[in-house]
């Protein structure tokens, strides 16, 4: 299969790593979409059978930028997958969209708290107003996927790691969520891309899991010398941590059953992260970053 990728940061070289050793075609395109005619051009040049969307904003160094940045991430996370989305209609290819399941704030309606694909959301926050935004319009699309990703872990040392993000606090909050494993996520992004799947569908492994749960983990397998401390998710706020609240939610995935798609159980698949995690961390051979450079674990 021969995919184009939008973004070349993190996840998006991530994928392209990935599906090549499987044998498939992946073009990383250096063009940053401004106009549909950018990414029409993008795609005349390589002719994918499948359009893949990883870039977007986050902001620097995390989300609380976006609120005083907020036309930036509006044009970042919900105008440009519009663009994109608008190529491939004319030319007929299909589009997957990285969405985020931070667009759902505390418990569902539902008496298991989950949140469905077909729940309508309640963000908070510009990062998560603009992915929402993105995802409305995106989902009203034939031939569109929006796969909606939580807090990614990933065998691979890197700053986007959530692992090498809680490790590096001094302070963390001990809070449950649902997350995807990165491992499992690229697997489910190429069969979405094979299988031309349509409309939203979240992309995270069976099962929640909490920080110090994560955290635990780690200090098992990885670092027995590690330490933090542990502070209420309310703190993050009031001593300053953050600008407002951060998303903490549980999610379904129902529609991946749909196509009969599925991922490993958290507690199973974190483990496994975090052994071949450690392996990475281990095998890397430079001499400053402690292994935590993404560069090793290939």
Known sequence: MKILIFGAGYLGNRCAEEWIHEGHEVIVSPIRVQSVEDALRGIHTHKPEAVFNAAGVKGTPNVDWCED???ETIRGNTVLPLLIADACQQENVYFLHIGSGCVYYGDSSHADKLWREHDHANPSVVYSRSKYAADLALATFKNVGIARIRMPLDSKPSPGNLID?????PEVIDVENSVTIVDDMVEVFRQLIEKKGEG??????PGTIRHREILDLYHEIVDPEHTCHWITNEDLVKRGLAKKGRSNNFLASERLAELGITMRPIKEALRDTLEKYARAKQSCRCEDCDGGCG????
């Open 69 to 71: 940045h907020v036309l």
């Open 295 to 298: 560069c090793c674990g290939s």
């Open 200 to 205: 939203i569908f979240h992309v995270t492994n």
């Open 165 to 169: 993000k809680i490790v590096s606090y």
